[in-house]
């Protein structure tokens, strides 16, 4: 499974001063998931400061190699996640999770809930790409 080119522009165009991830998508260069975390956290900082929606990202795991499409596909996966967040969704807090394993990255988007009266959160994606 592949990212777009749109979806990789405009991951790429919403974060102009992550030199990792512009280099990623430039050079198509292999990637690691700690060049990857630093442009999820830059993605999840822009994603609060515009929305005001207090966001975290939790990292676990031993760094990994991925591919650059592999990192292009996960952030592209996150700024739509985001962005469903920021357009209405009823949410006062969202944590991202990135969990590398020796052959997989697990991602979760988590949101606290809030939409529902009583709710106590849940799941809006959970992925696990085989690298």
Not at 123 to 131: A, D, E, K
């Amino acid at each position: 499974m592949s990212p777009s080119v749109a979806d990789r522009d405009e991951v790429a165009a919403a974060n102009p001063d992550d030199d990792a991830l512009q280099t990623v998508f430039a050079t198509g260069l292999v990637a690691d998931s700690t060049k990857l975390a630093q442009s999820l956290r830059g993605v999840v900082r822009a994603f609060q400061e515009r929305s005001g929606i207090d966001a975290a990202l939790v990292v676990s795991g031993p760094p990994v190699g991925l591919s650059a499409e592999a990192a292009a596909l996960l952030l592209a996966l996150v700024a739509q996640a985001l962005e469903w967040f920021e357009r209405g969704a009823r949410t006062t807090a969202v944590v991202l999770g990135m969990r590398t394993e020796p052959d997989s990255v697990v991602l979760s988007v988590h949101d606290d809930g809030s939409a529902e009266p009583g709710g106590d959160g849940g799941f809006l994606l959970q992925l696990r790409l085989p690298l």
